[in-house]
């Protein structure tokens, strides 16, 4: 057990040090991010180089198997640098997570790649009709962040058989998760948005694709895979927490740096030297609350997710209050990132609003990741609900 643990903090290590190796790679990649509207090649190599997309694969079929930390850490570091390579990472490593609900061989043929890479969404919005040895699958789906990098597309399905919507034993719709090269599908240029511009989160369009039934899983039953990282369903969502702490340290990182060399507009009494941005007392209060902000919202994610995974390991399930706070908590800190950002802009001020600026790209980066579902404030309705002892009244939660 002792060699297992050592053996996790090692690869652990590992991937932050790679991680953070790639500053400058990604940094000079930022403009045909922008442009080409989906990450360069050389960025997704390096990235599946390290294991970044695949965080969350079992070291059964030669994944990291990274504990939840790591991989918001991951996440946080990558988005510093930029928030398309930041959220592409999280939701590749969010996919991988689905690697435990396959039978090994099927799991190991699909995850085992040091190059797969998941993109497409869970949701059930298409359609698919059981057929013999698997379902003919049908439907328009959306936000397909990574689609132009990955070895693997999916896509959340409502089943149904002879016409007729199958319902499970408490009449709930049955769904369905595909998985299906991305050569069966068509991608549909319509990631034309403000902010994330780099990840491609395309839509994409299936028909009549015959799928076979060991390609294809249910989000709500029990993995194969033992383990504290694959017992809690909601846990493939903690790699989100890393993006808004990573893009708001950006935003304040760049501030600090402007502040030494920005000159202040003078005062026509003003004698003598020119004063910086960091000689205001507005620019210094602002970046005292900027990092008061941030330090509270990383608190907030880290120890949650550090109190979810003891109990986890511990092999108990997580209280109803935990569950609750897990979900808070990946709202929360997305709003005070987008507050610390907003600041940083503002005290920035013209500097600001100039493309090659990197508050440009994380002001923009920042409102597009907070109108995701997942963490939209009305995510804040169902963990209440929770907390006051009700249904949550929303099956993912």
């Not at 990649?29 to 922008?34: E, F, R």
């Not at 005292?288 to 880290?302: D, Q, W």
């Amino acid at each position: 057990m002792a060699t297992e643990i050592q053996r996790g903090l090692d690869e652990a290590n590992e991937i932050i040090a790679g991680t953070l190796a790639l500053e400058p790679l990604i940094k000079a990649s930022i403009g045909a991010m922008d442009s080409e509207r989906h990450l360069p090649a050389p960025v997704v190599q390096a990235v599946k180089d390290l294991g970044v997309f695949r965080m969350a694969v079992p070291r059964a079929y030669g994944g990291p198997e990274l504990d939840p930390m790591t991989q918001v850490r991951v996440v946080e570091e990558l988005s510093r640098m930029d928030g398309s390579v930041g959220w592409c990472a999280m939701i590749a490593a969010a996919a991988s997570y689905a690697s435990a609900f396959f039978e090994p061989a099927t799991a190991e043929r699909l995850f085992g790649p040091v190059d797969a890479s998941v993109a497409g969404q869970i949701m059930p919005i298409g359609k698919a009709e059981v057929v013999a040895g698997g379902y003919r699958v049908n439907g328009r789906f959306r936000f397909a962040s990574g689609c132009n990098h990955a070895t693997m597309m999916i896509g959340g399905c409502l089943v149904s058989e002879g016409g007729e919507q199958r319902r499970l034993a408490g009449g709930r719709p049955e769904m369905r998760v595909m998985i299906f090269p991305p050569s069966s599908c068509t991608i549909v240029d319509t990631w034309h948005t403000t902010g994330l511009l780099g990840t491609g989160s395309n839509d994409y369009i299936v028909e009549d694709l015959f799928v076979p039934s060991e390609e294809t899983w249910n989000p709500f039953q029990r993995p194969r895979i033992p383990g504290p990282l694959y017992v809690f369903p909601q846990l493939f969502l903690v790699p989100h927490a890393g993006v808004p702490i990573g893009m708001a340290r950006g935003a304040i990182d760049t501030v600090m740096e402007l502040s030494g060399r920005k000159e202040s507009m003078p005062s026509p009494n003003r004698i003598g030297p020119p004063r910086h941005l960091r000689d205001d007392g507005e620019t210094q209060e602002a970046v005292a609350r900027a990092e008061a902000m941030l330090g509270a919202a990383r608190c907030f994610a880290y120890g949650t997710v550090e109190e979810l995974w003891a109990v986890l390991s511990r092999g108990e399930r997580p209280t109803e209050r935990q569950r609750s706070i897990y979900r808070i908590m990946l709202v929360y800190v997305h709003r005070a990132a987008r507050e610390v950002i907003s600041l940083m802009y503002d005290t920035a001020a013209t500097s600001a609003i100039y493309k090659p600026n990197p508050l440009d790209r994380h002001m923009r980066d920042i409102v597009t990741a907070c109108q995701h579902r997942v963490v939209h404030p009305k995510m804040y309705r169902f963990a209440g609900r929770l907390l006051l002892g009700l249904e949550p009244g929303d099956p993912f939660f």
